[in-house]
């Protein structure tokens, strides 16, 4: 990631780590989330989430040289704002954001045996993630932004959250811009290819006398092609009052007769003569 990239991320880091959660069963939820990483473990690592540990503990947790001496959580009977503070608590312990490249990623490092369990209670707030080993541990992702844009919204993403999600739309107008301008550009090539081969086709009936033998739609097509090369298949039909599809075929007539010399002219029937009956 870029440094603006992780500047960024560290900002939604703080911004969520500062929520303050109201209720005691919540900051209960948040605790266990966290686990019992040491204080020391964690400042060493992330400051801000050293600074939430300290203010669960001031506020009524009990210490025993942990972090925090939370009872386990019962994900299962827990109410759903409960649940949301578990997985804050999981995420700032366990988790990971990144912005890379354009695309938003986030992952839950976990133990092995936790990782499936951990996506199971995701699917349970609608909030499907995979998970797989990774050297001994178990890695839970998200690639979709929007699903990552929900769950950090729901777990007290802010302002920062907004920076991320505004250049998410960014990146997204900035791709289909490129590949509008891209398709342009081809569909511009192919016309410009076209018309130039249909100009010499004309010229090459025109030369031998060909052209003034085909249907009416097809010399009059033949002239409003030569008079506006650079018009497209449509306005060309615009300005006949023919249909698109009379004009496409025209000008496919145009091309295959010189492809093909002597195409649209009838043969001569070979006529043997008779045998003479006095023989």
Same mark, same amino acid.
């Given at each position: 990631?870029?440094? %603006? =990239? +992780?500047?960024?991320?560290? *900002?939604?880091?703080?911004?969520?780590?500062?929520?303050?959660?109201?209720?005691?069963?919540?900051?209960?939820?948040?605790?266990?989330?966290?686990? /019992?990483?040491? !204080?020391?473990?964690?400042?060493?690592?992330?400051?801000?989430?050293? #600074?939430?540990?300290?203010?669960?503990?001031?506020?009524?947790?009990?210490?025993?040289?942990?972090?925090?001496?939370?009872?386990?959580?019962?994900?299962?009977?827990?109410?759903?704002?409960? +649940?949301? @503070?578990?997985?804050? /608590?999981?995420?700032?312990?366990?988790?990971?954001? %990144?912005?890379?490249? /354009?695309?938003?990623?986030?992952?839950?490092?976990?133990?092995?045996?936790?990782?499936? =369990?951990? *996506?199971?209670?995701?699917?349970?707030?609608?909030?499907?993630?995979?998970?797989? *080993?990774?050297?001994? #541990?178990?890695?839970?992702?998200?690639?979709? &932004?929007?699903?990552?844009?929900?769950?950090?919204?729901?777990?007290?993403?802010?302002?920062?959250?907004? =920076?991320?999600?505004?250049?998410?739309? %960014?990146?997204?107008? #900035?791709?289909?811009?490129?590949?509008?301008?891209?398709?342009?550009?081809?569909?511009?090539?192919?016309?410009?290819?076209?018309?130039?081969?249909?100009?010499?086709?004309?010229?090459?009936?025109?030369?031998?006398?060909?052209? +003034?033998?085909?249907?009416?739609?097809?010399?009059? !097509?033949?002239?409003?092609?030569?008079?506006?090369?650079? @018009?497209?298949? &449509?306005?060309?039909?615009?300005?006949?009052?023919?249909?698109? %599809?009379?004009?496409?075929?025209?000008? =496919? +007539?145009?091309?295959?007769?010189?492809?093909? @010399?002597?195409? /649209?002219?009838?043969?001569?029937?070979?006529?043997?003569?008779?045998?003479?009956?006095?023989?």
């Amino acid at each position: 990631m870029s440094r %603006s =990239e +992780r500047d960024l991320v560290a *900002a939604l880091r703080a911004e969520i780590a500062a929520v303050d959660p109201s209720r005691a069963c919540d900051r209960a939820a948040e605790s266990a989330g966290l686990g /019992g990483t040491p !204080v020391r473990t964690v400042a060493a690592r992330r400051s801000t989430v050293a #600074r939430l540990l300290v203010r669960l503990r001031r506020s009524g947790s009990r210490s025993s040289g942990t972090a925090v001496d939370a009872p386990p959580f019962d994900w299962a009977t827990a109410a759903d704002y409960c +649940r949301t @503070a578990w997985l804050r /608590g999981r995420f700032l312990a366990n988790g990971s954001l %990144s912005l890379a490249g /354009g695309r938003t990623h986030l992952e839950f490092v976990v133990p092995l045996a936790e990782a499936p =369990e951990l *996506a199971a209670r995701l699917a349970q707030v609608g909030l499907p993630a995979s998970f797989r *080993a990774r050297r001994g #541990r178990g890695v839970v992702t998200w690639k979709s &932004g929007e699903t990552i844009g929900t769950f950090l919204r729901r777990i007290g993403g802010g302002a920062a959250l907004l =920076e991320v999600e505004a250049r998410q739309v %960014s990146r997204a107008l #900035r791709g289909e811009l490129n590949r509008v301008l891209n398709a342009e550009s081809a569909n511009l090539q192919r016309a410009v290819g076209a018309a130039g081969r249909q100009l010499a086709a004309i010229e090459d009936l025109e030369a031998d006398g060909r052209l +003034r033998d085909q249907p009416y739609v097809v010399r009059v !097509v033949a002239a409003a092609r030569r008079e506006t090369p650079e @018009a497209t298949l &449509g306005e060309l039909a615009e300005r006949l009052a023919l249909h698109r %599809s009379a004009v496409q075929r025209a000008l =496919e +007539r145009i091309e295959k007769l010189t492809l093909h @010399a002597g195409t /649209g002219r009838r043969r001569r029937r070979l006529v043997r003569p008779a045998a003479d009956a006095h023989l």
